[in-house]
């Protein structure tokens, strides 16, 4: 041990089991302290809960997630929210099943289960990136990450979110450790434990899908494994693990899905476009349909495959500009993660990663880091996905400080020497808690594979003939090369498209993709606007407005109007001037679409959000009554007019009036709507009287904002 008292790093084995007191009274120091903290980060989770107790999900991801897990604890299926419910591979099996388990104690609460249950899971996630640090280099590195993690503001309000991450983390944490226990002792015996838990990652996201090959190829190159054949069985270690839920897709699609359906596809193609961030999919998609009239005809399957063939097409065709923005996509996750750690945090990350070259525990888990990076910059992303890497992150930062303090003339066992029998317990109930997980995912596919009938999850009505038709005759921009000036943030951009029309949809395809200064540069291509043409002139406003020129979209929204305009396009400008905080001319365009079509409630109901957003609480409050005696059956006025009640504190009323849009018919196009309502009315508490009447006094909250339509007006 005298060794690990010179500065630095010199010592890289792990030290015998110790069996001096000295050594066991730090151990149980060190964890009694990384207790306090993973209590410390635990309490301001369960605050964070707290504070977003009844808070309905956002759309997308997080509520795909909870309909999953509801449907696993009430059928034990994994399936989507149809009628009647049917097997659907669109996410992996692991966290919906997560959510089923959180949810059985108590299903009153709701999303409020899951969200407990994951602030007690980030707790348990603490002490385990204390123990990562504390085996990768020493004890003062494990509680230095723990305290990170514990205190780091975007773990903390990711906790009230049912993203996917902070069940991802405790997967990922998984894994870590079993690598840096290879990496310190490696042998046949670890590298199978490595990769069982890549594998056991893989049931739960995709992100690691690479990761069995890479590992053989490197234990090959080494010399860890013997031959060839042990690291081919090695990497067939690391997918073993998918082996039920490739069974459980083969009867259900009669296909070969090895991951999640909706992994990444759509973000894999609009990175060969091109795109850095990740778009919202559901406007993808939306526009997609509208480029190929085929598109809605197509079953899930076949849209992926689609995707993934155009995806594979734009990259051969122009492999470097794929490759340069697969170096945009790098540059700009580093910078999230620059967001994430600090300046600071980023200076101890590098002194950490130099610290790592004499460290295999250490070197490992830069590895990891490296290959996330590189693995997210292949596609579009998005800054939550580096969230599962904070504790990796932390152990390096805290690697780094105690680099720096040995620089000082600190030394010592706390700063230098590896503890590898800590914490046994902990990551023993841990891996029990994650084989508990794959078990009862085990128990969900057996229990489908059982109970439903093979092909259950083929889509009725798929035209399979079609499909090789269906991608020739799809007509998708192509990715072509452009600077963009005073920037370092080049983007591809389509070639001219063969029709105006084509290239209008295109534009609108960049804009819902979070590109406006792609569509910009396509309208340009056009020519300016013709006096006569209101809706390209919209666009070309819409498309300012989301670059920022401000003033130059109010210009194009002046020339636009005119007498007689189309009720459609009259609404869109509105929707406009609304977005952009230009109350005065929504309302002159609203109070002519009313006089022009009493008996439309989309206007009433649009003129009286924009009248709440002024403050005028009794004039918004009559519009959206007339907007639902106009048309019963118009959810966004109920919406509209309960946000009006509760931001008033007449919390009963809102209550019956969502009972009352609850009680109106079914239309499919509504279903969302529905979904919404339905979270703000689980989301009133029974103890909530009514206050008073309305008042303008103080301002209320901002309501639902009506979202931009380009089909017209509402029937």
């Not at 002024?614 to 009554?625: I, K, P, S, V």
Request: hydrophobic share 45%; with cysteine; proline share 6%.
């Amino acid at each position: 041990m005298r060794g690990c008292r010179r500065r630095g790093f010199s010592s890289t084995k792990w030290p015998a089991r110790g069996n001096s007191s000295a050594m066991f009274h730090a151990d149980r120091l060190a964890m009694g302290l990384a207790l306090c903290v993973a209590l410390l980060g635990g309490g301001l989770r369960l605050a964070q809960v707290g504070a977003e107790r009844g808070k309905p999900l956002y759309q997308g991801d997080p509520m795909q997630y909870y309909r999953m897990g509801l449907a696993v604890r009430r059928t034990g299926a994994l399936s989507d929210a149809g009628t009647p419910p049917r097997p659907t591979a669109d996410r992996a099996i692991s966290y919906p099943a997560f959510i089923a388990a959180a949810t059985w104690p108590c299903p009153a609460l709701g999303a409020d289960n899951v969200r407990l249950a994951q602030a007690l899971l980030a707790a348990l996630c603490i002490l385990l990136t204390y123990l990562l640090g504390a085996r990768a280099l020493s004890h003062a590195c494990g509680l230095l990450a723990a305290g990170f993690l514990a205190l780091n503001s975007q773990a903390i309000g990711g906790v009230s979110e049912l993203y996917i991450e902070c069940f991802f983390t405790f997967i990922v944490l998984l894994v870590a450790l079993a690598w840096t226990r290879w990496a310190r002792s490696p042998g046949w015996a670890q590298s199978v434990s490595v990769m069982s838990w890549v594998g056991i990652s893989l049931a739960c996201r995709s992100t690691l899908f690479a990761l069995p090959p890479l590992f053989a190829l490197g234990t090959l190159l080494r010399g860890s494994l013997g031959s060839w054949k042990k690291a081919l069985l090695l990497c067939l270690c690391g997918y073993a693990a998918l082996l039920p839920w490739v069974m459980r897709n083969a009867r259900h699609f009669h296909a070969f899905i090895p991951f999640e359906r909706h992994a990444a596809t759509l973000n894999v193609y609009t990175a060969s476009l091109g795109v850095i961030e990740n778009a919202p999919n559901d406007r993808v998609a939306r526009d997609l349909s509208r480029l190929n009239p085929q598109w809605s005809q197509m079953s899930g399957l076949e849209r992926n495959g689609a995707l993934l063939r155009m995806a594979a097409e734009n990259v051969r065709r122009r492999p470097l500009d794929y490759l340069k923005a697969c170096a945009r996509r790098m540059l700009f996750l580093i910078g999230r993660f620059i967001q994430l750690l600090g300046a600071g945090g980023l200076a101890l990350l590098a002194v950490g990663l130099w610290a790592a070259a004499r460290n295999p525990a250490l070197a490992a888990l830069a590895e990891l880091t490296a290959y996330w990076l590189a693995a997210h910059s292949l596609m579009s992303a998005g800054g939550r996905y580096l969230l599962p890497l904070l504790p990796v992150a932390g152990v390096l930062m805290g690697a780094g400080v105690c680099r720096v303090l040995g620089w000082c003339g600190a030394a010592g066992a706390f700063l230098t020497t590896p503890a590898p029998h800590s914490g046994k317990r902990t990551l023993a109930l841990s891996e029990g808690l994650a084989f508990l997980i794959y078990a009862a995912s085990l128990g969900v596919m057996a229990h489908e594979i059982w109970a439903l009938p093979g092909g259950s999850g083929v889509e009725k009505g798929s035209s399979r003939t079609d499909f090789a038709a269906a991608c020739r005759a799809f007509k998708q921009p192509e990715p072509g090369h452009e600077r963009k000036t005073g920037g370092w943030r080049s983007a591809a951009a389509p070639a001219a498209a063969a029709d105006a029309g084509l290239a209008r949809e295109t534009a609108r395809l960049y804009l819902d993709m979070g590109e406006p200064g792609q569509a910009l540069r396509i309208l340009a291509g056009l020519g300016p606007a013709r006096p006569g043409d209101a809706e390209l002139a919209l666009e070309y406003a819409q498309t300012l407005a989301a670059c920022g020129q401000r003033k130059a979209a109010l210009a194009y929204l002046k020339g636009a109007r005119r007498p007689g305009l189309e009720a459609g396009l009259a609404g869109r400008m509105a929707v406009l001037y609304q977005q952009m905080k230009e109350y005065g001319g929504a309302l002159s365009l609203l109070d002519q679409l009313i006089l022009a079509q009493p008996a439309q409630a989309r206007w009433r109901n649009d003129r009286g959000v924009v009248e709440m957003l002024l403050g005028r609480r009794d004039e918004a409050a009559e519009d959206f009554l007339a907007a639902i005696d106009l048309d019963p059956g118009f959810l966004p006025a109920y919406l509209s007019l309960g946000a009006l009640y509760r931001s008033v504190g007449r919390f009963l009323e809102a209550g019956r009036l969502y009972e009352q849009a609850l009680s109106q018919p079914a239309a499919r196009e509504g279903a969302e709507l529905r979904r919404l309502i339905e979270n703000e009315r689980k989301s009133l508490r029974e103890d909530e009287a009514p206050t008073g009447r309305i008042s303008s006094r103080s301002a209320p909250a901002e309501p639902p904002m009506p979202q931009a339509r380009r089909e017209g007006p509402h029937a």
